[in-house]
């Protein structure tokens, strides 16, 4: 049974940091991608930021430039380094992960991963 667990949330102000870890047990084969999602209230889940086994990272223009994704492959951990945080990244954080097929068009959508774990909740307020 694969089990993925994100930790690292919390309550933050306007402008701090948080860093998110996405631990991976249970595999048996190694994912091609892994990637951060997050769903606001109300809202649909929407891509964050993705990384390859090979290490290319893929982000939401939003996030681009205050986010960094990264894994350590020897670890089966991912984590989102988040920085400058705003009120709008306020949500629950998702990690997924694939089987080890999804190709890079996809990764962008939710649908296209097979793993997920529970969520983590990031509160940026003051």
């Known amino acids: 049974q694969v089990q993925l667990v994100e930790t690292g949330g919390g309550l933050v102000q306007p402008g701090g940091s948080l860093r998110l870890s996405c631990v991976v047990s249970?595999?048996?084969?190694?994912?091609?991608?892994m990637a951060w999602f997050r769903q606001a209230p109300g809202k649909e889940r929407e891509f964050v930021a993705a990384?390859?086994?090979?290490?290319?990272?893929y982000y939401n223009d939003s996030v681009k430039g205050r986010f960094t994704i990264s894994r350590d492959n020897a670890k089966d951990t991912m984590y989102l380094q988040m920085n400058s945080l705003k009120p709008e990244d306020t949500a629950v954080y998702h990690c997924?992960?694939?089987?080890?097929?999804?190709?890079?068009?996809?990764?962008?959508?939710?649908?296209?991963?097979?793993?997920w774990g529970q969520g983590t909740q990031v509160t940026v307020s003051s």
């Open positions: 249970g595999r048996t084969s190694s994912s091609r991608f």
């Open positions: 990384i390859k086994r090979d290490g290319n990272t």
């Open positions: 997924a992960a694939d089987r080890g097929q999804l190709i890079t068009s996809s990764i962008r959508r939710s649908v296209a991963y097979d793993y």
